[in-house]
């Protein structure tokens, strides 16, 4: 999703408002996108990256060269800061991966100033998503359990309408907006599509792996006609929406 997360993150720290701060938070930093998008502008004062995964936290650190983002391992649910310790916290598409997303809420609140902005966005996988939908309707016509994989990839926590809104209310955040911003996910080829259904991260990947030589390679055929769609193979772009919130700390 790197790709994908460099390109939504621009629209989703405007929406935000995050034009000057001393201390940003990005929850589920990832490989580090929203971090680094964050430090592109001059008046961002320091920039903390946190994730559970140290793969992640490893490749992040390695790709920095600015010296006012730090990465670090460590819980969503359970953040390792001091009440208030920073002006704004995000999250860029990583909420719906939690089982507990409403606490991990909860943590991005209670770290953040009074006054300051608490943002998330997450992917509107069942009325959104394009190309999650090609390769999940495709699949759950032909092997067992796809059905279930679906309905799991589309039903993720804060994935639905007012989900996140509701989330954001919940916690306490005061003057919640929640929209949507839309990007497009360019591919060159089909090789390029799939070349990340059988990688390492995400729920396609995850399903894949799972799947025999015969089943992969049925899949893996039926998805092609799907994306080439009659026409021949080439570059195709689909949309994506995500839904963004953001909400400001009481007091």
Known sequence: MGRWSRRLAPL????????????????GCGTGSL??????NAEIGSVRGLDFSSVYIDYAKRMNHDARIDFQVGDACALPFPDASFDHALSLLVLQFIPEADRAVREMRRVTRPGGTVAAATWD??????????????????????NERRARAYTRPLSRPGELARSWS?????????EMRTIRMDFQSFADFWAPCEGKDGPIADYVGTLDDDDKAKVRDAVERAYVDGEPDGPRSYAATAWVVKGTVPG
């Not at 959104?128 to 759950?140: I, N, P």
């Open 12 to 27: 989703f720290i405007d929406f935000a408002g995050i034009a000057r701060a001393e201390r940003v938070l990005d929850v």
């Open 35 to 40: 971090s680094f998008c964050l430090a592109r």
């Open 170 to 178: 919940d916690a306490g955040l005061r003057d919640v907006e929640q």
């Open 125 to 146: 996988t069942r009325g959104g998503f394009v190309s999650y939908r090609l390769f999940f309707d495709t699949a759950a016509m032909l092997t067992r359990g796809a």
